[in-house]
């Protein structure tokens, strides 16, 4: 027999030098590339870890309910023609949830609408697509309406602008 441990997507998982965005593999006979922080897109990738750390630490959905089923939710999986997935991370208060969009293309996405749980509105708390980590700048600035239009099997829904590879 086997022992498995299953994580919910948007767990973490970072290997030795991906820290920083190392190009080459990882050798336990040899010292890290810290070198590479020289240059701006790997100081960019070490300040976009940094955040997410401290978006983990801020956000009790992330990691609250971190190997219950109760704490994540698929919103869509399936959009394979836009190569978008959804889904919500879900703590104790269901007001703290988070909602985790990714665009797994170089295409801004205007408008793409997901289907949400309840009324209200969404900040947007991340963007790995921000100039600071060398990304375009693409963002939903403002508060975000959810609406009374179904959607992804839901009663409400909003729509999204969806930064390039963000």
């Known amino acids: 027999l086997y022992g498995y441990m299953f994580t919910h997507p948007g767990t973490k998982l970072l290997f030795m030098g991906c820290e920083f965005g190392q190009s080459a593999e990882w050798n336990f006979k040899g010292s890290l590339d810290w070198h590479l922080l020289d240059y701006d897109f790997h100081k960019g990738v070490k300040q976009l870890i940094t ?35 959804s889904f919500i991370r879900k703590g104790n208060k269901p007001k703290e949830d988070v909602v985790v969009v990714c665009n797994f293309t170089p295409v801004v996405r205007e408008n793409y609408r997901i289907g949400l749980p309840r009324k209200g509105k969404l900040t947007q708390v991340f963007n790995s697509d921000a100039i600071v980590y ?33």
């Open 51 to 85: 955040d997410l750390n401290t978006l983990y630490k801020t956000y009790p959905a992330l990691h609250e309910k971190q190997f219950n089923p109760e704490g994540f939710e698929w919103i869509n999986y399936s959009d394979h023609q836009n190569a978008v997935i």
């Open 134 to 166: 060398n990304g375009s700048g693409v963002t939903n600035a403002k508060a975000i309406k959810i609406d009374k239009e179904a959607r992804d099997g839901r009663e409400f829904s909003a729509a999204l602008t969806l930064p390039p590879l963000g």
